[in-house]
């Protein structure tokens, strides 16, 4: 896959495409919809925005993001599309009329041919356009336009914010239901405290920056190391929070890595929450915490089995 990151200068090799357009956080079972409407035609793209445009016009929004750019990347590049449009979002394209944005963007940047959005879908400086307005526009500019349903399980709409509402309520599997794969935080691993080594169970550790947090607490992982000599699947436990014993106030996610030995730092990793096992608590000494760990890792360890 290949991804382009601005709508002008595009290759010609990447023009003509059928794409599925919107933001995409957390490439849900709906939006995954929405993209198997777009496969009519090659080559397969998906038109999305960076950084999402409720970080532009909320900023002092909670952090609510499912993915980071890199997790949703990774992810798009599993579902067989050959380009990712991430168009920079800002004054200049959020300032575009949605005609403008039509002709300028799509049809003479990006050079489509047919584009799958969900009825839901607003573009356009104000948010001005709709879904039936991209249809409209399309006839003007030589592209087809799909207009996607909305699309439910058992029942219930599936959605960003239901799937939100499921991890933080510790329902990992909830929320996969309705991606149709486990939630995944993805990034670098930094340098910690390195308190682990020193108690037996040394973690890498992870930013969360700009991401909408799962419940507090330690959870089995699913741990793909994507980069570095290591590379590859590892089952695991992981930290979630703010680290109560040691008196933290910025949350971040801390994961073992069961059977592994090595340096992770600087190597990118994918760790897929796919159990809730308990919330952080503060010890009565570290001998009680590791005690706590052997049974959170024995118990992870069993659930993780099957997978």
Known sequence: M???????????????????????????????????????????????????????????????RLMNAEARANRIAKLGVDHLYELPFGPELAGLTPEAFAREVLAEGLGVTHVVIGRDFRFGAGRAGDAVTLAALGRDCGFDVTIAELVGLAGRQISSTAIRTALSEGDPRAAAAMLGHWHRIEGEVL????????????????????????????????????????????????????????????????????????????????VAFVDYLRPEQRFDGLPALIAQMDADCDRARGLLAAL
């Open 2 to 64: 290949t991804i382009h990151r601005d709508w002008r200068n595009i290759p010609a090799g990447a023009r003509g495409a059928s794409v599925a357009m919107g933001n995409f956080d957390g490439l849900h079972l709906g939006h995954q919809a929405v993209l198997d409407l777009a496969r009519t035609a090659a080559p397969l793209g998906i038109v999305t925005f960076e950084p999402h445009p409720r970080e532009v016009f909320a900023p002092d929004l909670a952090p609510f």
């Open 191 to 270: 340098h910690g405290d390195k308190r682990g080594r020193v108690l037996g169970y040394p973690t890498a550790n992870m930013a969360l920056r700009g991401l909408h947090l799962p419940r507090f607490g330690v959870y089995a992982v699913l741990v793909d190391v994507l980069t570095g000599p290591q590379a590859g699947r590892y089952r695991g436990a992981a930290s979630l929070g703010v680290r109560p014993m040691f008196d933290g106030d910025v949350p971040n996610l801390e994961t073992f890595l069961f059977d592994f030995s090595g340096d992770l730092y600087g190597q990118h990793l994918s």
